[in-house]
């Protein structure tokens, strides 16, 4: 009789735990249900995820995308095949909200620099409630008690379109393959302090391919920044744009390297650089006084032959990044034009650096100063 009534007890706990097991499983499902839908909501109504997997120690976003907004140059802003995040359960405990790593695989993302000099990024996930017109909850408490700490988010094998409308339209697009990135301390969304980025990549040329490395730190809020970028190889045709402008003499071919070390404090851009110019050839002159880069095209190329068809630049790029007259376009063609001019033994740099706010008009000084020595040059000859 005992051992009966210990058979059926058994088989009622069994039945339990069967009954728990498929609800959990049920409750699991669930719960991964809701969190996708969280998911997709914190994104925006133009995101998109194909799942989401819960294990024991990490949550992986698959098929993520996030369609461009109307007008935006490309069709989505953000793609990812899979994005691994490993909360740091210690963290959760404590309730201090840490994140150990996120790895994003295979990742696309489009930015956007806009007319006026300002870089856009996934734009919909920075429109929030007070995007939309509605006034904040006073009562709520406030975003930055509710940080959220990112000890290292990794990409792997990415592409970065950059499409930049800051020169003449449609906007530029420079493309970066093979993108290896490491962000370091990130806090959300307070972005204070120290962010730190190890980035390598491809950048895609016409003619060739090229190798970029950037390293160093910034703190967003703060707009303070040191970050060390080198360009190895880049196909000087898609990069033309950047040092000269529409009247001038083009580029058939060549190539650039580049060194450049930029520090922002307190508003202050100061970044010395170095521009070396290899194996350059020029589009036939539309007259005889044409201009590559602010300076006589025949002295560019007469200064190649003499010097194994290289041109080293040295220039120091300086300005307030607050102020609206300033722009980084017009300060790189007005000193590397002054730079040039002075290594190719032409006083233009006092012209160029005279300007004070290093805009157009110090470029198109430089340039109508070139053509004025060219003009003075034929002119002796003549008389001789």
């Given at each position: ?59 992986d ?5 996030i ?61 929030g409630?007070?995007?939309k ?5 006073p ?8 940080t ?24 530029l ?79 058939q ?5 580049l ?18 110019i290899?194996?350059?050839e ?16 025949h ?20 300005g ?39 805009g ?23 008389k001789?």
């Open positions: 009789m005992a051992a009966g009534k210990g058979k059926r007890w058994g088989l009622i706990a069994l039945a339990v735990l069967v009954v728990l097991i498929a609800g959990g499983i049920v409750g699991f499902r669930v719960a991964v249900g809701v969190l996708k839908g969280k998911v997709v909501e914190a994104l925006g109504p133009d995101s998109e995820i194909t799942g989401i997997r819960v294990g024991w120690a990490s949550v976003v698959e098929g993520l995308r369609n461009g907004p109307r007008g935006w140059p490309a069709a989505d802003t953000l793609r990812a095949e899979r994005i691994a995040i490993v909360p740091s359960l210690r963290s959760v405990l404590s309730g201090q909200f840490q994140v150990h790593s996120i790895t994003i695989l295979r990742p696309y993302l489009s930015a956007l620099r806009t007319k006026d000099g300002h870089l856009q990024v996934v734009p919909s996930l920075l429109v409630a007070a995007g017109g509605q006034p904040a909850d009562s709520a408490p406030a975003a930055s008690s509710r959220v700490t990112v000890g290292r988010i990794t990409l792997r094998d990415g592409v970065l379109e950059f499409f930049d409308a800051t020169v003449p339209q449609p906007p697009k420079i493309r970066f393959e093979q993108v290896q990135a490491t962000v370091r301390d990130v806090v959300v969304p307070a972005l204070t302090g120290k962010i730190r980025l190890e980035l390598t990549a491809v950048l895609k040329g016409v003619q060739r391919d090229g190798a970029v490395t950037i390293a160093g730190w910034a703190e967003i809020a703060s707009k303070n920044s040191s970050v060390t970028t080198t360009l190895r190889s880049a196909d000087l045709v898609t990069l033309q744009p950047y040092l000269i402008k529409a009247q001038e003499t083009g580029v071919k060549g190539t650039l390297d060194d450049l070390q930029s520090e922002v404090s307190r508003a202050r851009l100061k970044a010395p650089g170095k521009l070396t290899s194996d350059l020029l589009t036939p002159a539309k007259d005889a006084f044409g201009t590559f880069m602010g300076v006589p095209r002295a560019v190329l007469a200064s190649l032959k003499n010097k194994d068809n290289k041109i080293v630049v040295n220039f120091v790029l300086e307030d990044i607050n102020n609206p007259q300033f722009s980084l376009n017009e300060a790189l063609s007005t000193q590397v034009a002054a730079s040039m001019a002075e290594t190719l033994g032409m006083s233009l740099g006092g012209v160029a650096k005279g300007v004070g706010t290093l157009q008009k110090g470029v198109e000084a430089a340039g109508e100063a070139a053509k004025g020595a060219v003009q003075r040059l034929f002119e002796g000859q003549k001789r």
